[in-house]
């Protein structure tokens, strides 16, 4: 397994996520070994959910094209397994609590740990509640990634205390999406965060162009895109690598150059 | 997290202030019409030839359901709390009708979503929330039914939380929602001691409630968990069968999951996806059951039974002819059970079932489940 410290020995990181399944496995297959060769730092895989609550409509629908394509834990974890000795940069999974504890939370763990997965980063489990899962992670050597928010005021000295991997820095207020504008001061929460942990801090939720990913940089350890890729995914379908690839190298070059 | 810790903050703080009880009680009283009456059923009782059995009338509250009494309590707490706006979910709507109602008496601004389903079932619900001054969102995500509104409600809050309440709807969801929720219902359950003690002189031998999330279910119950005699039933809704997919049957069928903010049980599949329910009451067809009621059936202090669409279009018919009250579909649950139970029971004994919601939004869709297609909403 590559751990998620590797993505940010070469600066600031750039962080695609795509829903696995969707359209197909052999399509995510295809999308994970280009975004790599195009220059991501690290990969999210999101683990398809019939209920994403933190997800906007684009990832929303991502879910629901890979569920119906019969995209299911066990497959996807044969999919990622197989990829595992390709791979040079870490990935980790995006995924709600329910399908990590219906699994089995050890159970969960270990196919994680053999497929090469580096952590987890599991929007609804609030940093109150990661008990349910902590032990269970590390006991199979995975990171288990907390976000903050806008919202998270005086949370965010206790939440980046304990942050391991990486500190997810949710950009604004509700669900995942991309957005014209930021109106939250994302500078001051990152140096709020940045006295209370060395781990690096990266910006995620309605990032889509590359002045906007560069910006993000500048005041970060790197920058997490999602729905702009799966927008992508969703408009050119099985075809869609060759066209992620050239997104996702022009977000890496606008990254590194703020860094 | 924020906005429930501020809540549970805020519920802390005012549950116990004489002025915030005082104001609850008077709005309950003046506003709502409580006490709810209890009505012996003298026919039904007659015809079943069994336990004497009483209805506990919260189709007579003010919006016709229980669903008065918790938004009473939670838009007075927003309120007090500096609140401005208040979102909800709603599946049959009558939550809906009930936070825009309260919302209209404290002036504050209202958006409710509704499964873009639901919105088509119960259309006339949707339109009396508009009279009300409400705005209303259907929802088109997943099955586009309770659970949707319930995930669209959360991410709306997500997004404004500073002058946002979420007006949660049953005893589920995050802390302190089950807990808060239950608080607000418990009435039921206090009156329904006090009334049936006056009627016979002691306490029922059974109370009967339909289970969705399980709010009335559990403010019908909550008064008497401590009298282990009284014998405490939640219907749930079976739909076509709690043995077929067609079917909302939580606890006959669901396994132990964490979605919503809460670790219940919950219907879904080997890989934990939330499964697609379904039953003819729109009110019921929630793929979860509040974690309290999830813990009153592991110790085995409430017993919970499904109840199939068929059942309970019989019972609404039954009780509507023999009593001369149109019962919710919701309520209808309830009373198919007691219909099962009751002739099987002496006649000194005494079953009460909550009618939790009267039945004219659903005249339509019964019409129609029996080939009416002459009528609309």
């Not at chain 1, 709600?96 to 980063?121: E, H, K, T, W």
């Not at chain 1, 929460?189 to 209370?196: G, N, P, R, S, V």
């Not at chain 1, 910006?203 to 970060?220: D, L, R, Y």
């Not at chain 2, 996806?273 to 813990?295: C, F, K, R």
């Amino acid at each position: 397994m590559i751990r998620i410290t590797e993505a940010f020995k070469k600066g600031k990181a750039f962080i695609p996520f795509i829903t696995g399944g969707d359209p197909d496995l052999d399509t995510t297959r295809s999308l994970i070994l280009e975004m790599q060769d195009a220059g991501a730092d690290l990969i999210e895989i999101g683990v398809p959910f019939s209920d994403p609550i933190a997800e906007g409509p684009v990832i929303q629908e991502a879910d629901e094209r890979a569920l119906q394509g019969g995209c299911t834990t066990d497959r996807l974890f044969d999919m990622v397994e197989s990829l595992k000795d390709r791979m040079h940069i870490p990935m980790v999974f995006m995924t709600y609590i329910n399908p990590v504890f219906s699994y089995g939370m050890d159970r969960f763990m270990d196919r994680c740990q053999r497929a090469g997965i580096a952590g987890l980063i599991v929007p609804d489990l609030p940093y109150e509640e990661k008990g349910e899962i902590y032990d269970s992670c590390h006991a199979k050597d995975l990171e288990l990634v907390s976000m903050i928010a806008p919202t998270s005021k005086e949370r965010i000295r206790m939440i980046a205390g304990e942050a391991e991997g990486f500190l997810y820095c949710v950009s604004s207020l509700g669900v995942t999406g991309v957005r014209q504008q930021f109106d939250t001061d994302i500078e001051s929460m990152i140096k709020l965060a940045k006295e209370e942990t060395s781990i690096p801090c990266c910006v995620g939720f309605g990032i889509s162009t590359p002045e906007q990913a560069g910006k993000m940089a500048s005041v970060s350890d790197g920058a997490i895109v999602g729905s702009a890729i799966v927008r992508i995914i969703a408009e050119h379908g099985k075809d869609s690598a060759p066209y992620v690839r050239k997104y996702v190298e022009e977000m890496v070059r606008a990254v590194k150059d703020a860094g | 997290m924020n906005a429930v810790n501020e809540l549970d903050e805020a519920y802390r703080k005012y549950k116990n202030d004489p002025e915030f009880i005082r104001e609850l009680k008077a709005l309950y009283r003046e506003y709502a019409g409580r006490p709810s009456m209890l009505t012996y059923a003298s026919r039904m009782t007659e015809d079943l030839g069994g336990a004497k059995i009483y209805l506990k009338r919260e189709d007579l509250n003010h919006t016709g359901s229980h669903k008065i009494n918790n938004c009473l309590g939670q838009i007075l707490l927003a309120k007090k709390m500096g609140k401005t706006r208040i979102i909800a979910e709603t599946g049959a709507g009558q939550h809906g009708v009930a936070t825009a109602t309260v919302c209209a008496l404290m002036g504050m601004e209202c958006v409710i979503f509704m499964g873009e389903t639901d919105t088509k079932r119960q259309a006339l619900n949707v339109y009396r929330m508009e009279l009300l001054g409400a705005a209303v969102h259907p929802v088109t995500s997943g099955t586009r039914t309770l659970k949707d509104a319930v995930n669209e409600t959360m991410r709306e809050w997500t997004s404004r939380i500073s002058d946002t309440h979420y007006c949660l709807g049953s005893v589920m969801g995050p802390h302190p929602f089950p807990e808060m929720v239950r608080d607000f219902q418990k009435i039921i359950g206090e009156e329904i001691k006090d009334q049936v003690r006056k009627a016979e002189g002691k306490l029922p031998d059974a109370v009967i409630a339909c289970v969705g999330g399980g709010s009335n279910a559990m403010g019908a119950f909550y008064d008497f968990i401590d009298d282990k005699e009284v014998e405490l039933i939640g219907c749930e809704a079976a739909g076509e069968g709690a043995d077929t997919p067609r079917t909302a049957a939580t606890i006959t069928t669901g396994r132990v999951g964490i979605f919503h903010g809460m670790k219940s049980l919950f219907c879904q599949d080997e890989f934990g996806q939330i499964a697609p329910v379904y039953s003819i009451s729109a009110g019921l067809d929630y793929p979860g059951i509040g974690p309290e009621h999830a813990e009153l059936y592991r110790s085995k202090r409430a017993r919970y039974v499904p109840v199939t669409d068929e059942e309970a279009v019989n019972a609404f018919e039954y009780m509507s002819r023999t009593e001369g009250i149109i019962p919710a579909i919701e309520s209808a649950h309830a009373v198919a059970y007691a219909m099962k139970i009751a002739p099987t029971m002496a006649k000194d004994k005494v079953i009460v079932i909550n009618i939790s919601g009267r039945g004219d939004k659903d005249v339509a869709s019964i019409a129609r489940y029996r080939g009416r297609s002459d009528l609309h909403d």
